[in-house]
């Protein structure tokens, strides 16, 4: 099956510094999320990018799918971007998820 | 925004006993599916579901699972007799289609086996 491979796995961070977390896929994917999953555990939805760039607010993503990476970036943070980030990828039904970045924006 | 919901948001049960999950995907969408989150691990998929079959599984989902659509709105994970390593979050998520689309997740059903 597809390997996903995140990194950094740990970042730390000053509030308002900017990040790049990436991600690696083994095998080429037509399926590609990031997520954010916060305190509680719930997996918030960022982005659906098995392709291009796609921006939303601070955050942005660009996937080069030829060369079967994706990177997330995060301008300003903030200590509310604290929390594990996953990217999850597949050629089918099944989305393969990495062991995440944890991400902790201190104050 | 519709989402995914999912019922409990925790539950407790003792080692051999059953228990079911419950999902109401979003309305209009067709593919479900179940992946679990050990704690501390990455998130893991177990199953998907299309047209009232199994469409695909992983080698996680053994004979003591099983997922049902028991009703036009419900998507249920079954686990006929827990084991204390079946301790997770569970997560629903549904899409629109199959293949190269959103999957959108639920927040999760906790569950710990004693």
């Known amino acids: 099956g597809i390997q996903v491979e995140q990194s950094p796995p740990d970042l730390i961070l000053q509030e308002g510094a900017n990040s790049t977390l990436r991600c690696n896929f083994s095998d080429s994917v037509n399926n590609l999320q990031w997520f954010h999953q916060n305190p509680w555990g719930q997996l918030i939805n960022l982005f659906y990018?098995?392709?291009g760039t796609k921006q939303n607010g601070r955050l942005s993503a660009t996937t080069v799918a030829t060369e079967r990476y994706s990177l997330l970036y995060i301008s300003s943070s903030q200590t509310t971007d604290s929390g594990v980030y996953f990217c999850?990828?597949?050629?089918?039904?099944?989305?393969?998820f990495g062991e995440g970045t944890q991400l902790t924006v201190n104050p | 925004e519709p989402e995914v919901t999912q019922t409990p948001s925790h539950q407790v049960t003792q080692m051999g006993q059953e228990v079911i999950l419950r999902c109401v995907p979003i309305?209009?969408?067709?593919?479900f599916y179940w992946y679990r989150q050990i704690l501390g691990q990455k998130v893991e998929f177990l199953v998907s579901?299309?047209?009232?079959?199994?469409?695909?599984k992983s080698e996680i989902f053994d004979d003591q699972f099983s997922v049902e659509r028991p009703d036009g709105s419900n998507f249920t994970l079954k686990i006929r007799s827990t084991k204390l390593e079946d301790s997770a979050m569970y997560f629903c998520?549904?899409?629109?289609?199959?293949?190269?689309?959103?999957?959108?997740f639920g927040p999760g059903t906790r569950l710990l086996v004693l």
């Open positions: 998520a549904s899409s629109e289609a199959g293949g190269s689309v959103t999957q959108y």
């Open positions: 579901f299309y047209n009232n079959e199994i469409s695909e």
């Open positions: 990018i098995p392709s």
């Open positions: 309305s209009n969408h067709l593919y």
């Open positions: 999850a990828g597949g050629s089918g039904s099944r989305l393969t």
